[in-house]
């Protein structure tokens, strides 16, 4: 039985639709992803199944009970950081811990929380003097302190710098190491591609594909792309017409990507005509369809725009 | 229940942990604390006011303290992630309030201990009940901070909330201002507000017959609580985002239906206006008393001579007496009783040294408190030494400390104890030692706590002295005749 099965959920705010119909399952052990831009519906979704939002239709189910009608037994089995980790100022991150472990059946150490996410040496410093990335270790040390079953991330890593995502990436991997579901909502592709078992992609509230990210790559239409530079300038004409190319843009003066629909063919009609020109090929790469590409294949925007 | 303790434990300590709290929570209540200690100028100072310092600082913590820090934390999503918990809603409110609850009773505590140190303020006549009294007074004052934090929006919609419910009690609603103090209509309004029912309950304890004496306004304040806590429960949200529609802020309505049932009960009760005060020039001199009561003048013979007003037909002009005194008590003679003037005495339906018009048509519970001093009298050694001066004035003592600590049966306890006086020597021995007592104001000791009869202390011998001495006077000119009952209310 899946951890996480989550059928045909909607939600409005006032003429708005936030949520139209989504459905995914979240498998135990799995880092399933939600990808999608901002105001793309992934937070209400995460909301509505930890019980922030109260769905106008569908159902949840999560580890095997009613989300809406058993929230509270829900809660006990569950951990969840939600976007900016709020507390009060004055508070210590092993006053906080120590808190919300009282409200759990089956809580963790505060302790060995403290280790775990680096908080030692701000454990006893208030709230308002943590970084963005301690505020975050401290938000995901409390998604812990029942040892969930399930974990809810939304935007974990968002406004980090490098370092700290890198160390929050670690801290995710390990999660599933020991065999916890988690559920991470981003906005970041490299995040999505380097963490998620499968990623879900979420536009205007639908989910518009699942799959792992190779399944998604591989089932898009998008194309592999060559990217070459010549000694010489190469008229943007004679590479149109190539038979296997199905789309040229100049970088530079000697510099070119193509879209071509085999990368052996294109290869092959790139040098050919280079020779006919007496040119030289100075570089080449070759580039598989990304998850990006397959965004924008999808949605018909970027991601980072 | 294990995190609801901690919640609690630590919304104490992170409050500790805030200056602005703390500047509200304690430094507030002890400007009140000094403001009315220099405002009204009563003997014993601050104690007919303790009721109403309380109920201010219960309704700060209310009003501000409490819906200010709900606000600041669900603003910055503090409470958006309680609601991550396991945990109910209730559970919540009751750990907040509670805190509340902790904090607002430490600052009682803190202006109870102040004033007994700077002051030297009475102790409350009945601490527990009074501490049970302070328990009904925030459960209503909380319940409507409560519904405060759930109607506002942000932290400067708390303020104006707040002081749309703490100005109208302060200034009209007898918390600030006594309600002696207040117009008749001032008096009616107050009813229909929870502050009224505070002061009443609070100072029933502190000088009072206590919680019996406060059944109603415990019973009101239970009300307007429980509607208060009903209404915030339901209007309750954990996040901004969570807007009450229309139908969430009707149960605003459910808040006030408990200020309205309980004005209206205490309408059909008649009991919403109390005795007025004179107004005079201005409303100071209604709440401060003339300083003549608490530095009276003397005369040669002794006998005070301050304020106009007296209930006594004058027999004698109120001209210093020119025999010489006599020795003792046994050597007062009718001339020395003639010679004792009258004209400076407070009515007897005054706020100092009143006295019943009479005893009859009493409400059964008060002729029971009556008949039950009465008995405590007719065994109380004071009353039966062998002197008779000093049995006369440890009797008037019992007049005078009722009157000092405002008991509410401070008019009918004269006529108890003058009967008991009138009872223990004959009629010519009595008027030779009132006469003598007249005589002799600074003369001898009274008795400054009585907690054998209900009447805690010490007060001030000085004070205890000058309204003894009074009723003194008063009871000479029962017994000579000379009282002229035309002129009582």
Redo the contacts between chains.
Sequence with gaps: MPDVQVRNLRKRYGDVSAIEDVSFEINGGEIFGLLGPNGAGKTSTLECI???RVPDGGSVEVCGLDALRQS??V??RIG?Q?Q????????TPR?AL???A???RDAAGVEPLIERFSLKEKADA?FETLSGGQKQRLGLA?AFVNEPRVVFLDEPTSGLDPQSRRELHQLILQMRSEGRSVLLTTHYIEEAQTLCDRIAIVDHGKVIATGTPAELVAESRALPRLSFRAAQPVAESDLRALPSVRDVAADSASAYRLRTTSTTRGILELVRLLEAQKNELLDLQVQKPSLEDVFIELTGTSLRE | MRGFLQHLRLTLRLNFRSPQALVYGYLVPLFFLIAFGSIFKTVPPLFREMGQLLTITTLGGACFGMPTAMVAERERGVWRRYRLLPAGTIGFIFSTMLARFVLVASAALMQIGLARLVYRTPMPAHPLQLFVAFGFVSFAFLGMGLVIAMLAENVPAVQALGQAIFLPMIIIGGVGVPLKALPVWAQHFAGFLPGRYAVEALQACVNGNGLTAARFDLAALLLIGLAALLAGAKLFRWDVGQRPNAGARAWTLVALVGWLAVGLVSESRGTLTVRSEPIGNGLMEAIVQPETTTAPSTTAAGVRSSSPTTQFATTQPATAPTAPNPPNWQAVTAADADQITYDDLEADDSTVTPIAHSLDNLPEDVKGQMDDLAGKLADWKPGHVDDPVERVRNLLSVCALPDILEDPNESNVPLVVFEQIKGSMPKDQLIKVLTWIALKPDEGTYLTALPELGFPGPLQQDIVRERAEAYGRKLLARVLGKYHPTTAQ
């Design positions: 930890i019980g922030l509270r037994e809660k006990q969840a939600l900016a980790t709020a507390l009060h100022d004055k508070i006053e120590r808190m919300f009282a409200f759990y208030r409390l």
